[in-house]
């Protein structure tokens, strides 16, 4: 290492990992040395599209050497100038590299292997994940030295936040010219947490120094912490209990009658794929894929579910553990919603309901606001929590309501549609199957959702297995739909209905900061 020139050294970290504590950690480390070092930070942005960067310069000489002098140290890192780089997520020690900031020439890399999925992630229709074994390969054919190891996992199992597992891994990285009792000295001085985050750092300088490899070789032959993409899925599939885990969510989401519905359902898939294949070639892939996706369609979330879910012990319980709660500590939860006229709606019986949202369409056709109420409940409050036990309350009540009645008609519509398709064909009754992968999400990203599945079952369940396939596929990858929309122009079926932008909403939001 060059010893005129300052050891740089790069940090991303997602919101509550401690970044900021880390980067007084290495200036503080390095100032009782007797070493020149500041620390900058450039602020990310919320809902997981970046990350709060931490950029810390130390000279490696002390002061003492440098005889007076005092050299001047950047507040902005430098393309291709970074000795280290840290990530405490994945994707973010990627986005460093297509930054330029990680050269293979000078840059060591340290990165945590677990993923935290970004919002354009969880937003695509389909599988929108990264490919975690690819984002490795660019990691290391692109750094100097690679290290990776789940930062999080080990935060869990000290107790302790991500910031003082990557402490210890930097100290493990040998990058810096400093003892590893120097790191221990001022985290003791920290005054908080001292003895978990000492846990944490241990386990940090552990993990690095067995992880550290150089060049692209080292992906591939084992790296803790990775995750095949499609691993899940491919599990799920295998799963001889899928239908009777598809069966529970039901019955937990409404009741008995609500799971043999359920299975009432199954059935008819599993009768539309003996008629279409009666040998069993396809190994029962249609009804096994349908019981999956029908599962989670008739376990939609709604506000009752949703109330449900935020007040159950398990929720407070597993809060607690993320927040590294001790047993005597208080914590406080609080729930941010915003529901509107379609949520007001689905409670309401359909014929009331129907009428409810065409009033709340004519408004926004007229270029209104969409109407809804920002609520804040604090679960842990007693008046919080009755609230959503009160809401949760309203579960007999779900099957008289508007949303229920058009999720089953929908569901009605696409079985029908399945074994229709079967019966002349099982690939194209497979892929109709598979349509119901479609529907997710809630609010505006579900009716776009159903919108689509509706135009494939009026417009294509009489095409071919490939038609249906493309649009499916088309539908999944492109939440705007033009990519369906040429697929159902490629294939002669009418283009969706394009629905109003209301333009004074849009002017307003707009004009916004």
Known sequence: MNRRQPITILIAALGGEGGGVLAEWLVEIATRAGHPAQATSIPGVAQRTGATTYYVEIHPQTRVELGGRTPVLSLAPVPGCVDLMVAS????????????????????????????????EKLAPGDGRFDSERLLQVAAANSRQLATFDVAAAAREAGTVPSAVLCGAIAGSGVLPFARAAFEDVIRTSGRGVEA???????GFERCTAAVSVGPTSVGQGVDGVVEV????????????????????????????????YRQRVER???????????????????????????LWMAFDDVIRVADLKSRASRFARVRAEAGAAA??????????????????????????????????????????????????????????????????????????QRYAEEQALIERWLAAVEQAAARDWQAGFELALCARLV??????????KDNLRHIVEHLAHKDAADIGRARTAALADEAGSGLDQVLLQTGAPQRAVKPVPVRWFKRQASRP
Request: aromatic share 6%; proline share 4%; hydrophobic share 40%.
């Open 440 to 449: 997710k999400g809630y609010g505006a990203t579900n009716e776009r959702a």
């Open 328 to 401: 005597g500590d208080l914590l406080r939860i609080a729930d941010h919603f915003k529901p509107g006229v379609t949520e007001l709606a689905g409670l309401l019986p359909p014929s009331t309901g129907r009428r409810l949202l065409a009033w709340e369409s004519r408004r926004r056709r007229a270029g209104k606001a969409p109407l809804g109420i920002a609520l804040k409940l604090r679960a842990d409050s007693i008046s919080g929590f009755l609230a959503l036990r009160l809401l949760a309350g309203l579960r007999p009540l779900r099957r008289r309501g």
């Open 89 to 120: 997520e994945l994707l973010e020690a990627v986005r460093a590299i297509q930054n330029g900031f990680v050269s293979p020439e000078r840059t060591a890399l340290l990165a945590s292997s677990q993923r935290t999925l970004t919002t354009f």
């Open 269 to 295: 898939l599993r009768a539309a794929e003996q008629l279409a294949d009666p040998q069993g070639r396809h190994g029962a892939e249609l009804a096994r894929e349908g019981a999956r996706f029908l599962a």
């Open 230 to 261: 499609d691993g899940g899925l491919k599990s799920a599939l295998q799963h001889p209990d899928l239908i009777a885990q598809g069966h529970a969510r039901v019955v937990e989401f409404q009741d008995a009658a609500y799971g043999e519905l």
């Open 197 to 203: 985050s000492l846990r944490g750092f241990a386990l």
